[in-house]
C-alpha cells in the first residue's frame, strides 16, 4: 500500500498538518481527525450509505446468483461460489470507501492506510492471541448460559468451509477469509467508520464502541455477537493507537487465518 494524494481534487492545501514523522503516539489519531474536521468532504453519511449499498447488493444479486446456480443450501455452494457470493458486499464496501478518499485526500491520508515494517508482528500475535486465548475465556460464561458450546460457536465457519474439498478450493478459503475479507473490512469498519463517527465530534472510547457494535452485528450472528464485538474494540483501538489501519489489518489477518488453520486441521482430520 503506497501513498496516493491524487485523490485530493484541491492538492495540499494551507491548512492541511504536515508531520515531519508518522508518530505511533495515542494523539496522532486525534490530531489526523481535527484536520479531517476542517479539511475533508466525507462523514458518517458515506459509512451508512456504505452498510446499505453493501446489504443491498449483497442481498439482491446474491439471491439472483444462489437461484441462476440452482444453490439452495449452504452445502452445495463450491468455495469459488462463495467467493462470487462475497463480490457484491465487498464491493459495496471498498466503492463507498473509494468514493469518500476521493472527496478528500485520498485513502492513505483519509483513512490512514498506511503499513510500517513492524505492524506485521505486533498485528498477526495480537490477533492469533484473541483467538486461541481471549476469545475462549471470554465464552467459557457465555457458554454455560445460553447452554451452547464450542460447536455452537463454529458452525457458522464450518459451513462456509464446507465447500472446500480439494487442496485448491482450501487456497482459495484462505485467501478469501484469510486476506481478501481482512482489507476489505478494516478499509470500511476501522477506516470509513470509525473516522467519521470521531469526526462528528464524537469521543475516541464512544466512536470505538459504536463502530464495534456496528462491526459485529452487521455479521448476523447472534452467538458469535460478544466475540465479535470484543475483536472489533482491539481493532479499533489498535487503529486509535497507532493512527493508521497497518496493525489492525495483520491483527484481522491473524484472526481469521487461525480459524482456517483450525478448520483445515479439522478437515484433514476427519479423512483419516
Known amino acids: 500500500m503506497t501513498h496516493d494524494d491524487s485523490g485530493n481534487p484541491d492538492g495540499v492545501t494551507a491548512h492541511e498538518p504536515r508531520h515531519t514523522s508518522d508518530s505511533d503516539t495515542p494523539d496522532s489519531y486525534a490530531t489526523q481527525i481535527r484536520a479531517a474536521v476542517s479539511m475533508e468532504r466525507w462523514g458518517f453519511g458515506d459509512a451508512v450509505t456504505g452498510m446499505i449499498v453493501a446489504f443491498l447488493l449483497s442481498n439482491i444479486i446474491g439471491v439472483l446468483i444462489l437461484s441462476i446456480a440452482g444453490w439452495d443450501s449452504t452445502a452445495k455452494i463450491p468455495m469459488w461460489g462463495f467467493g462470487v457470493l462475497q463480490i457484491p458486499l465487498w464491493a459495496g464496501y471498498v466503492g463507498v470507501s473509494i468514493f469518500a478518499g476521493l472527496k478528500g485526500s485520498g485513502l492513505v491520508r483519509a483513512f490512514g492506510l498506511r503499513v510500517r515494517t513492524v505492524d506485521p508482528i505486533i498485528g498477526l500475535v495480537i490477533g492469533i492471541t484473541c483467538q486461541l486465548l481471549v476469545l475462549p475465556v471470554l465464552y467459557m460464561p457465555i457458554f454455560r448460559m445460553t447452554d451452547t458450546d464450542s460447536e455452537a460457536l463454529s458452525k457458522p465457519a464450518k459451513e462456509l468451509a464446507s465447500g472446500a474439498q480439494s487442496l485448491?478450493?482450501?487456497?482459495?478459503?484462505?485467501?478469501?477469509?484469510?486476506?481478501?475479507?481482512?482489507?476489505?473490512?478494516?478499509?470500511?469498519?476501522?477506516?470509513?467508520?470509525?473516522?467519521?463517527?470521531?469526526?462528528?465530534?464524537?469521543?475516541?472510547?464512544?466512536?470505538?464502541?459504536?463502530?464495534?457494535?456496528?462491526?459485529?452485528?452487521?455479521?448476523?450472528?447472534?452467538?458469535?455477537?460478544?466475540?465479535?464485538?470484543?475483536?472489533?474494540?482491539?481493532?479499533?483501538?489498535?487503529?486509535?493507537?497507532?493512527?493508521?489501519?497497518?496493525?489492525?489489518?495483520?491483527?484481522?489477518?491473524?484472526?481469521?487465518?487461525?480459524?482456517?488453520?483450525?478448520?483445515?486441521?479439522?478437515?484433514?482430520?476427519?479423512?483419516?
Open 168 to 272: 485448491w478450493s482450501w487456497a482459495l478459503f484462505a485467501i478469501l477469509v484469510g486476506l481478501v475479507a481482512p482489507v476489505i473490512e478494516e478499509l470500511f469498519f476501522r477506516g470509513l467508520m470509525l473516522r467519521s463517527l470521531s469526526k462528528r465530534g464524537m469521543g475516541q472510547l464512544a466512536a470505538v464502541l459504536i463502530s464495534s457494535a456496528i462491526f459485529a452485528g452487521l455479521h448476523f450472528q447472534l452467538l458469535q455477537l460478544p466475540g465479535l464485538f470484543v475483536f472489533g474494540l482491539v481493532l479499533s483501538s489498535l487503529t486509535v493507537l497507532t493512527g493508521r489501519l497497518g496493525p489492525s489489518i495483520f491483527a484481522h489477518i491473524g484472526f481469521n487465518a487461525t480459524t482456517v488453520i483450525v478448520l483445515y486441521l479439522d478437515y484433514r482430520s476427519r479423512l483419516h
